[in-house]
Structures are given as C-alpha cells and as structure tokens.
C-alpha cells in the first residue's frame, strides 16, 4: 500500500511539474549569425512568444508570428529552425553584396583620384602657358616651331578650357 502511495505522489508532481512547464513563458531571441532561439529565460532583445496547445505540440500564437516578421526580416514567420543550407546561402549573399560594394568603393576611389591627378596636369600645363614669354611645338624631328602670337594666345585659352573640364568650373 506504502508502495502505491508513494508511486501516486511521484506521479502527481510529474504531472504538476509538466503542467508549469507548459505554461511557462518561452522567449525568442535571434542571435548575430540570424539563429533563432527559445529559452524559457529572458535575454536582451527577445520577445515574448505566447503558446498554446494543439496537436500535441507547441506552436507559436499568430501574435507573436506577426510580431516575429516585423523583428526579424532576416529570420523566417515559422518557428521551425532555418537550415544550415539557407543560412548559408544568405551569408554568401551578403558576402557577395559587400564584396560588390567594396568593389564599387574602390572604383569610385580610383576614379577620383584620376580626375584629380588630370585637374592638376591641367593646372600646371595652362600656368605653365601662362608664365612663358613664346609657346612652341616639338616638331617630327625633334626641333622646336614656335607659335606666333596668335596662336599662342589660341593655346592658352585652349589649356584654360581643358582645366575648366578637367576641375570643374
């Protein structure tokens, strides 16, 4: 008799324990990597997420899936794990995203430093017109043709333009 009443109080306090656990609030927390998490222990940045009873299982009220999409757009509305496969899949995806705007970067990079490098040849080629008394071509066999006066004064305003489009106006 002993036996059963001792079998009756373990059994009951199973059945009380299980009870308090499902009715325990649970906790949802998406980590840096974008895992989801449950804990019946409330960390920084986790909702609340209410459970209900069905099926024999624990599934997630339409609250807090209404909730969970607008928290978390990089995890899915289901409670159910993402896939090793599909986080890795949106990992090499924003790798591919940074990958491509570095890229961007140092073009834009590269392209500035060429406008500025060409402003400045500009510049010293028109100050250069400008501080000299007569301005001459090369010729074929390396001879120097000088411009008459005309033409010098054509050159200048010429360098002037190139350093206006070169450096803005």
Known sequence: ???????????????????????????RSVDAQGQVHYSDTPTPGAELV????GGGGLAPSSSSLAASAKSSSSSSSSSAP?????????????????????????????LEQTRADQCT?????????????RIYKSGTDGERQYLTDDEAEQQRVNLHQAMDTACGS
Request: aromatic residues 2%; positive net charge.
């Open 1 to 27: 008799m002993r036996q059963v009443a001792v079998a009756t109080l373990i059994m009951s306090l199973v059945t009380s324990l299980a009870i308090a656990v499902a009715h325990a609030d649970v906790y």
């Open 50 to 53: 209410h459970v209900q009873r």
């Open 82 to 110: 993402t896939p090793p496969q599909t986080v890795a899949k949106a990992n090499a995806q924003v790798q591919d995203t940074l990958a491509k705007q570095a890229t961007e970067k140092a073009v834009q990079q590269d």
């Open 121 to 133: 040849k500009a510049k010293s080629d028109y100050e250069a017109a400008i501080a000299a008394r």
